[in-house]
């Protein structure tokens, strides 16, 4: 999907030219911000595809800025700086970031990335639905309401619950679901997993302590029950 709309966030002037020359190079449609007030405005007047965003930011962070692009925006979010710890990351992804990409980055590694959070974004395969009282989802539409509010997911807690809900019933692997979200080359992805099963039970179950839809397989994996 190479004419996808990209939207760049960082405050580094010399960083967002060097994304703007590779993305545009590559067949993306660039637009940029240099701060996070300015990315949730450009969101909200551009629709883009896929948000580049940067952590540090002078006045709001990238972490604060993730979650309110969440509040309107469904598409893949990758969080690209220079912090690596892990604490860092667990806190993007409880942001709503999709991935986390440390700088310096290689340019190949970040286009692969970028191809495939797209590919999770606007997949050719037809989605199943939920239809109960409580939970109601529409994966062709990308639509979710739960008790009558509409919620917005990531295109990758979409793609945990559209492999589930396509599994029902039965219980699928850590390692299974892993690569299937984050790829083939990065399975070691327990605890992204977890986190992420965790966002998700928080915006659909009623009381994500004890789920009535995602149920845990211990020492196994996840299932989804209606």
């Excluded at 405050?11 to 030219?17: K, M, S, W, Y």
């Excluded at 580049?52 to 800025?65: H, I, Q, R, Y």
């Excluded at 984050?182 to 605890?191: A, I, L, Q, V, Y």
Aim: charged residues 30%; contains cysteine; hydrophobic residues 40%.
């Amino acid at each position: 999907m190479n004419k996808a709309t990209i939207l760049v966030v960082d405050d580094d002037p010399q960083i967002r030219r060097v994304l703007q020359a590779t993305l545009s190079g590559n067949g993306y449609d660039v637009i940029e911000a240099k701060n996070g007030k300015e990315a949730i405005s450009a969101v909200l007047r551009e629709r883009p595809d896929l948000i580049l965003l940067d952590v540090n930011m002078p006045g709001m962070n990238g972490f604060e800025a993730c979650s309110k692009i969440r509040a309107s925006f469904g598409g893949p979010i990758i969080m690209v700086t220079v912090r690596d710890k892990e604490q860092d990351k667990v806190l993007a992804f409880d942001s709503g970031a999709d991935d986390y990409v440390v700088k310096p980055f290689g340019v190949s590694e970040l286009l692969a990335r970028i191809r495939a959070a797209l590919r999770r974004s606007f997949p050719d395969e037809p989605r199943p639905k939920v239809d109960t009282p409580e939970l109601r989802v529409d994966f062709g539409m990308r639509l979710v309401t739960v008790r009558g509010e509409r919620v917005y997911l990531s295109p990758k807690e979409f793609e945990v619950l559209r492999i589930l809900v396509l599994h029902e019933g039965k219980p699928l692997t850590h390692e299974r679901l892993s690569k299937i979200v984050w790829g083939s080359r990065h399975p070691d992805k327990t605890e992204n997993l977890r986190v992420l099963i965790m966002q998700l039970r928080k915006k659909i179950e009623k009381d994500p302590a004890h789920p009535r839809y995602i149920m845990t397989e211990p020492w196994f994996g996840y299932r989804f029950d209606l």
